[in-house]
């Protein structure tokens, strides 16, 4: 099992480049293909945004991926959020730019973003990794390019359709945008299964860890047992 970081996020390198998602479907096609190679293809595990760069992986190599659980998948809300160059160019300014990401990043910040992914109280220990990894040098550049909506691609329920392994995706019920259309998508396309976690919004993994790990784990062994 490996959890990753991607590019500009975590503890990964922060480096000032240009974000995109192809550089996160590559960077997760690349680990598959090198430190994986050879061995069976891959169960992917993602959450959110991540479930739109798993997703376009799978459709890129279908042969390196043999099931996908997506956890708060963005891309099925009512609207797409809109990638804007200029609100990137903004951000980015270097006068203000690190100014403007430390307002964001202060503890009372973090969690305030937070809660509206959790339906109970933010755990700590999600709220200081959080808060570490923001303030790394260089912390900055990922999260303004997902921001300005730079990191979202628009028309990601294609790719979602075009997936062809079995698909676990947990429903968002979070402040951010409930995944509306995903019960009508899992209707239409038999090899995807949608699971809500009472009580939960966008975390369930932290927030009901049991029910989730079981609701997983009877999906991975019938995706074994399919393929």
């Known amino acids: 099992m490996f959890a990753l970081d991607l590019p500009g996020f975590g503890f990964s390198e922060r480096a000032d480049r240009s974000y995109s998602p192809d550089v996160y479907v590559q960077a997760i096609l690349e ?17 959110s945004l991540s479930s739109e760069f798993a997703a376009i992986a ?6 390196f ?22 609100a990137h160019r903004a951000l ?18 973090i969690r305030y973003f937070l809660q509206k992914a959790f339906a109970g109280v933010v755990p700590d220990a999600v709220a200081e990794y959080a808060y570490l ?43 951010y945008g409930p995944s509306e259309l995903l019960p009508q998508f899992c209707a239409d396309h038999p090899n995807c299964r949608m699971q809500c976690i009472p009580g939960t919004k966008a975390m369930p993994q932290f ?21």
């Open 31 to 47: 680990f598959i293909d090198g430190e994986l190679a050879g061995s069976e293809a891959v169960d992917i595990i993602a959450l």
């Open 58 to 63: 799978a459709v890129e190599q279908p042969s």
């Open 92 to 109: 980015t300014f270097p006068v203000w730019s690190q100014s403007f990401f430390d307002l964001l990043v202060t503890r009372h910040s």
């Open 207 to 227: 927030e009901r860890q049991r029910e989730t790990v079981a609701a997983i784990e009877e999906f991975l062994r019938e995706s074994v047992a399919a393929a």
């Open 133 to 175: 990894t923001a303030h790394r040098p260089g912390a900055r550049h990922a999260p303004l390019a997902f921001i300005s909506g730079q990191l979202f691609t628009p028309n990601i329920l294609d790719y979602y359709a075009a997936v062809e392994r079995s698909v676990l995706a947990f429903c968002d019920q979070s402040d």
């Open 65 to 86: 991926v043999n099931s996908l659980v997506m956890i708060a998948p963005t891309g099925f809300g009512p609207e797409p959020p809109e990638a804007s160059a200029k």
